[in-house]
């Protein structure tokens, strides 16, 4: 049964200079159990779309469809969503999360604040220890400060933080910046460990090589939109779209081959392009990319690219 169904999502953020598209019209779904990853360039949207599915858009609104467990959350009055959803069912570790705990503040008292935030009654102490548990952090590190603890420490806390209340999906959002590669490897093979114990887990980033470890789904994201979406298999063996295979290449291998960069910047997201949002930087454009494109189906899931109309 398929548990998150995300139809027609379109966000916006006001602005003075007018509305940034910062989501259009972007489409998956999940099965239990089953990770996502979410990759492109900045400003892309990545960030947008995970703040859209647990409601957190300062600024911006959201529209279309976000089917969670057979409920459309989008419709739910933001009480209700914030009792009964976010953090229980939805949690998200945020971009730059190192940087969000307090600092006059001790971890078991930041804890203690998320537990008030969503109205929990019960045994506070133990689902704490669990949570640290999760992340092997020892119970000695709810007694230090934020400054006390490493760089991977303070990321765990708040990836504990994230499970404190057992969600059944977690939003990942960037999860490794900032650290160095031996942290880096620690927080991917705990965020795998989590998946291998049932969580669904959307991880956001611009490294496809770390996606590969995880994700079972891939969404691609450009201009806003999701040009791709597929299983992990297709997109890297099989990449359809001019912009995933630029991102592919641009990765280098163990075989020694020269990465190779996608020339132009992104569009602007302060205008909604008629044309195909890639069109400036692609290197097979053809005429009709002056046209935007739709959505023709893939072997598992679809692509927002003319090269592939004959295949609809």
């Not at 239990?32 to 990759?39: L, M, R």
């Not at 640290?132 to 806390?157: A, D, F, T």
């Not at 059944?168 to 989590?194: G, H, M, W």
Request: glycine content about 8%; overall charge negative; charged content about 25%.
């Amino acid at each position: 049964m398929t548990f998150l169904i995300v139809n027609g999502l379109s966000s916006r953020y006001s602005s003075s200079k007018g509305p940034v598209y910062a989501v259009d019209d972007v489409d998956f779904e999940l099965n239990p159990g089953e990770s996502i990853g979410i990759a492109g360039e900045s400003a892309c949207g990545k960030s947008t779309l995970g703040l859209s599915l647990i409601r957190m858009l300062s600024g911006g609104t959201a529209q279309g469809t976000i089917t969670f467990d057979g409920d459309s959350i989008l419709d739910m009055d933001e009480s209700v969503f914030n009792d009964e959803y976010r953090w229980k069912k939805i949690s998200m570790i945020f971009q730059g999360a190192m940087n969000s705990l307090d600092p006059v503040f001790t971890i078991n008292e930041q804890f203690i604040e998320v537990l008030k935030q969503h109205n929990f009654e019960g045994d506070s102490k133990q689902l704490i220890l669990d949570a640290m548990n999760s992340v092997h952090l020892e119970e000695h590190v709810l007694k230090k400060y934020p400054h006390e603890l490493s760089g991977g420490m303070k990321q765990r806390v708040i990836i504990a933080m994230a499970l404190l209340l057992k969600p059944k999906f977690v939003i990942a959002d960037e999860p490794t910046t900032a650290l160095d590669v031996l942290i880096q490897a620690q927080i991917i093979n705990l965020l795998k460990s989590l998946k291998k114990d049932g969580m669904s887990i959307m991880l956001i980033t611009h490294d496809l090589a770390v996606l590969s470890e995880i994700a079972d789904k891939i969404g691609i994201m450009y201009g806003g939109q999701m040009v791709e979406f597929g299983s992990s298999e297709e997109i890297y063996k099989n990449p359809k779209h001019p912009y995933t295979q630029g991102l592919l290449e641009s990765i280098p291998t163990l075989k020694g081959n020269i990465p190779k960069y996608i020339k132009g910047i992104p569009p602007s997201l302060l205008d909604a392009p008629t044309q195909c949002r890639f069109i400036d930087r692609c290197p097979l454009a053809i005429e009709k990319c002056k046209e935007l494109p739709p959505k023709f189906k893939t072997k598992t899931g679809y692509v927002r690219c003319w090269l592939y109309e004959d295949e609809k």
